[in-house]
């Protein structure tokens, strides 16, 4: 119920942005325009303070950070990879972004800019951790505004049908594929510590670490939990580097690769680093695997194998 929750809310910024857009002043949307690219910023600030937070709430961090990371990596590589190859066989045409020298160098800028983002945010929560100050910061509310002005954006931006082919829904195929064969090489690593189960389900989160951390708490464990809130909030920061290192050139596999945020948080440099033109994309992507990662989690932690 969490999940249907949170992707209505979603849907209602986004819709309402759309419907109020043509009501807006020109110099209201000027300002849309040109406070967007830096609210990605904004967001990234806020998944490394929320990271520092998470690691300084949970007993024993260093123990599960070694699985987390390892689940993390592996699932973003898995889903990129098997889009890229998904893709190469289906519609060569498809796989590859524009190239160029003024691409290249906006995209290294904007990671540049993504590290210094993530370590603002990092030196933050230390710093609030450090002082022993108690802080209840939730980005959600942040993210509803950022979709509002995406949709706002939507009003004036012109798409094609295309997007609704079934081609898009190799993109959201892809990350799950991807995830599993990910998971069962994880648990050919981890399998003294973890059963194959569980390891499938802990790579059904797609960077819903909201959702996840909670659900593995109540369904399994706490230990299990806090694994689960790990590795989606690095699958997060894996998704992001990805999207500015190679969304640009590879805009599909990167959109793969975010999972459930290219919805939500990932938006912003899916945006910035493939093109409006993918937003679509990336909202049917992140929309089909919001609403599967929940009842995926739940289901490969009922299964015993």
């Known amino acids: 119920m969490q999940s249907f929750v949170l992707i209505f809310q979603i849907f209602l910024a986004i819709s309402l942005g759309y419907f109020v857009a043509p009501q807006l002043s020109q110099q209201i949307k000027q300002f849309v325009f040109k406070i967007l690219p830096y609210f990605s910023y904004l967001l990234l600030i806020s998944v490394a303070f929320e990271l520092t937070q998470a690691l300084n709430h949970i007993s024993n961090p260093i123990a599960i950070l070694p699985p987390a990371l390892l689940i993390a990596f592996t699932t973003s590589i898995g889903s990129f990879f098997i889009c890229l190859i998904t893709y190469t066989l289906i519609d060569r045409q498809s796989v590859q972004g524009k190239i160029s020298l003024h691409l290249f160098m906006n995209a290294l800028k904007n990671i540049t800019k993504a590290f ?25 509310y942040l993210l509803l505004v950022f979709i509002f002005l995406i949709g706002v954006e939507l009003a004036f931006t012109q798409f094609d049908r295309s997007w609704l082919s079934w ?65 989606d909030l690095f699958r997060e920061i894996f998704a992001i580097l990805l999207m500015y290192c190679l969304g640009w050139r590879f805009p599909r596999s990167a959109i793969s690769s975010a999972g459930a945020t290219s919805m939500d948080v990932t938006l912003a440099m899916v945006k910035q680093s493939c093109g409006t033109h993918y937003i679509p994309h990336a909202m049917m992507s992140g929309l089909i695997l919001s609403l599967l990662a929940p009842l995926l989690i739940s289901l490969f932690l009922n299964l015993k194998f």
């Open 116 to 140: 210094f983002a993530l370590g603002i945010g990092i030196l933050l929560g230390i710093l609030v951790n450090a002082s022993n100050i108690q802080i209840v910061f939730n980005s959600w």
């Open 167 to 231: 081609r898009v829904l190799l993109v959201p195929t892809a990350a799950f594929i991807g995830s599993c064969l990910a998971a069962i090489i994880n648990y050919l690593i981890l399998s003294h510590d973890y059963t194959l189960n569980e390891m499938m389900a802990l790579a059904q989160g797609y960077g819903w670490y909201s959702m996840s951390g909670i659900l593995f708490t109540e369904l399994h464990s706490a230990k299990l939990g806090g694994i689960a809130l790990l590795t």
